[in-house]
């Protein structure tokens, strides 16, 4: 049964787009999105959303182990080697395999897709290099009790006497808030306290600042990496 509340409804459309509705549950959404104007675009934004951050993740090279399981899963024979060696090769299998992988990833990284997940809204949002979209390198994800995380796509090499600073701004007329120093390429935790209420646009980035941070209460330092937050799930 298609729920009638928004956030629930979106929700519902995100477990279609990853594929997590048993059949009965996928034919009714499947339904409704070809009917309905706003549940086609909720699923156009969560395949717009996923995509970013499926794009976001670096290459990954299946373990002989889950090779195996993927070849006997999908009935492929391993006893000719000419015919593995055309498997391994294929463009299309490595791109199978890295939606799979990407999606477990992406699982892991979308607490507010599950129907079980905390009551709040949940956010995430991908900072990529100003003006570069193919070049992302940190991922935010905001649960639903309002804890955010900051999750690392690079290392970037910073010089000695610089920092990197983490910042946010809701409405320009209030100005950017610190969120504090982060070490490049190490995940960041911080808790709703200390980040405050999280909206549907809001601006997240990353500046090079001085050695132990800006001077003043704005950035100083050029741009690493910036992005907007979007809501995944909740109200």
Same mark, same amino acid.
């Given at each position: 049964?298609?729920?009638?509340?928004?956030?629930? $409804?979106? #929700?519902?459309? %995100?477990?279609?787009?990853?594929?997590? !509705?048993?059949? +009965?549950?996928? =034919?009714?959404?499947?339904?409704?999105i070809e009917h309905g104007h706003d549940a086609a675009r909720m699923a156009l934004d969560w395949e717009r959303h996923l995509l970013d951050l499926a794009d976001a993740l670096p290459a990954q090279q299946p373990s002989p182990a889950l090779w195996q399981r993927l070849q006997q899963s999908l009935g492929w024979s391993t006893e000719s080697d000419g015919g593995l060696s055309r498997w391994w090769n294929s463009l299309g299998l490595?791109?199978?395999?890295?939606?799979?992988?990407?999606?477990?990833?992406?699982?892991?990284?979308?607490?507010?897709?599950? $129907?079980? #997940?905390?009551? %709040?809204?949940?956010?995430?949002?991908? !900072?990529?290099? +100003?003006?570069? =979209?193919?070049?992302?390198?940190?991922?935010?994800?905001?649960?639903?009790?309002?804890?955010?995380?900051?999750?690392?796509?690079?290392?970037?090499?910073?010089?000695?006497?610089?920092?990197?600073?983490?910042?946010?701004?809701?409405?320009?007329?209030?100005?950017?808030?610190?969120?504090?120093?982060?070490?490049?390429?190490?995940?960041?935790?911080?808790?709703?306290e200390q980040i405050g209420a999280v909206q549907a646009g809001q601006l997240f980035e990353l500046t090079l600042e001085p050695e132990g941070g800006s001077p003043l209460n704005r950035p100083t330092g050029p741009v690493l990496y910036i992005g907007r937050a979007v809501l995944i799930a909740g109200s």
């Open positions: 049964m298609i729920p009638h509340a928004p956030e629930q $409804r979106r #929700a519902l459309i %995100g477990e279609y787009v990853l594929g997590l !509705l048993d059949e +009965p549950e996928a =034919s009714e959404v499947r339904e409704l490595w791109r199978l395999t890295s939606a799979g992988l990407a999606l477990l990833v992406l699982l892991s990284w979308l607490p507010g897709v599950l $129907r079980d #997940a905390p009551a %709040g809204p949940s956010y995430t949002a991908v !900072l990529q290099v +100003p003006g570069e =979209s193919a070049k992302p390198g940190w991922v935010i994800t905001v649960d639903g009790d309002g804890t955010l995380t900051l999750d690392a796509l690079v290392a970037d090499q910073i010089p000695p006497d610089r920092s990197v600073q983490f910042w946010t701004l809701i409405d320009p007329k209030d100005g950017p808030r610190s969120l504090g120093l982060i070490e490049p390429g190490k995940a960041v935790t911080l808790s709703a």
